[in-house]
């Protein structure tokens, strides 16, 4: 009787393991929808034949794999939703773009791959994303404003002394791609990546809320122009964690109605730090509010933690904190720019502006490579207040060189502040 019990309860396990309602996953693997991955021949139709069969797919999750040893070539392509499964993008080969600015001719110069309306997309993998973002970089108005390419009859770039080969001129480049942009994309992740050269911003994630991104590695060349690592817009509840950033612009940029964000843990240099903003450039009213940057490093960068807005704007930043920051020879470990135009030291005061508050600085340690750590520029008509400065210490990258703190129109209060004293009561 007892040998039958156990079997009966043997029988019930087993019963309740099998039938214990694990989900249910398929692949789909771009080699099969047709993918070269060789590097030189466009596997774009392939990807969207594996993003379309995938996201109609009826099974709980649907990954797109897209294979390690490949290198897969693609021009601008668009992966939209919404989907029936939850979206598991992996990518652990290579993925290319083609390099030249010709490829977007007819299409939308901003992006490159770009993610739409998918709830609950991972984009993960051991993986490359290459921009290839050299010839676009040449010709950027930023750095080449006044240069002028010709074009060939076989429609190859060349250098515009070669007149005797020209058939039509283009002038430089004012908006390049972004070589991943989630759009509206809630409770979605990206992890576990690589991805080099973007043209410009290499990552965008707007019009999403509860977006995490960690463990990136973002690089390009520290004179790429306009090249963001990340770049928030109208997004919320986005959190960035234990990424390494090193790009021409800035590591990780905020932009106007965005709020909860955390960032964590991050590396940046070379590039222009970690900013809010620029906000309020065409005069409209802005808010960006509840900004935690904390626990991360900085290294030969023009800038640390930076708040900069246009004396044209409107509206809000508030609640931010800056909190455990290292600074290794940066120009300006803290910097807030209120008076930001299009001529930096020729702007004439005006009225209008973006009111800067209760933003706390705590725990900030290093170098500086100018003579000015802490700089606080506000607006005579719409001051700073509730600045918070609290255990700072820098000092300069060349031993017994000074160091100085300027604020202007700044109230709030300072502790244990080095250089100092800096703010108004």
């Avoid at 977007?104 to 709830?119: N, Y």
């Avoid at 997309?121 to 051991?126: A, D, E, P, R, T």
């Avoid at 920051?325 to 910097?335: T, W």
Wanted: proline share 4%; with cysteine.
């Amino acid at each position: 009787m007892v040998d039958m019990f156990r079997l009966l309860l043997i029988i019930g396990l087993v019963t309740s393991v099998t039938a214990w309602p694990w989900p249910a996953v398929d692949e789909f693997d771009v080699f099969y929808y047709g993918a070269s991955g060789v590097g030189n021949t466009d596997d774009s139709q392939a990807f969207v034949r594996a993003w379309k069969d995938a996201c109609n797919a009826e099974t709980d999750i649907a990954r797109v794999i897209v294979p390690q040893g490949g290198i897969f070539l693609l021009k601008p392509i668009v992966f939209l939703g919404p989907c029936k499964p939850q979206m598991h993008f992996i990518i652990s080969g290579t993925v290319i773009a083609s390099g030249s600015p010709k490829t977007w001719t007819g299409l939308d110069s901003s992006q490159w791959i770009v993610f739409k309306d998918v709830t609950g997309l991972n984009v993960f993998g051991s993986g490359l994303i290459d921009g290839q973002g050299r010839h676009w970089w040449d010709q950027s108005c930023r750095y080449h404003p006044k240069k002028v390419f010709w074009i060939n009859q076989e429609s190859k770039l060349i250098h515009f002394n070669d007149l005797f080969f020209s058939s039509f001129q283009e002038g430089c480049t004012k908006l390049a791609p972004t070589v991943l942009k989630f759009i509206s994309c809630n409770e979605g992740t990206l992890s576990s990546i690589s991805i080099v050269n973007s043209p410009q911003t290499h990552v965008l994630i707007s019009y999403s809320k509860g977006f995490n991104i960690d463990n990136v590695m973002i690089q390009s060349l520290e004179d790429s122009p306009n090249t963001d690592g990340i770049h928030i817009q109208s997004s919320h509840f986005i959190k960035i964690t234990k990424s390494i950033i090193g790009t021409g612009d800035d590591c990780i940029s905020i932009g106007d109605y965005s709020s909860n964000i955390d960032i964590s843990n991050i590396e940046c240099g070379p590039g222009h730090g970690i900013s809010i903003g620029s906000l309020g450039k065409d005069g409209n009213t802005v808010l960006v509010e509840k900004i935690y940057v904390r626990d991360s490093s900085f290294k030969g960068t023009t800038n640390g933690a930076r708040i900069k807005t246009w004396q044209v704007g409107r509206g809000n930043v508030q609640h931010i904190i800056f909190e455990n920051l290292i600074f290794d020879a940066v120009n300006n470990p803290v910097i807030i720019d209120q008076n930001y135009c299009d001529v930096r030291g020729a702007c004439k005061a005006k009225k209008s502006g973006v009111k800067i508050s209760d933003v706390a600085y705590k725990n900030l340690y290093g170098t500086s490579s100018t003579s000015v750590a802490i700089t606080l520029n506000c607006s005579r008509f719409v001051p700073c207040s509730g600045i918070s400065m609290e255990n700072i210490n820098f000092a300069p990258v060349i031993p017994g060189k000074s160091l100085s703190a300027h604020c202007i129109n700044v109230h709030g209060t300072e502790d244990g502040v080095n250089p100092g004293s800096c703010l108004r009561n």
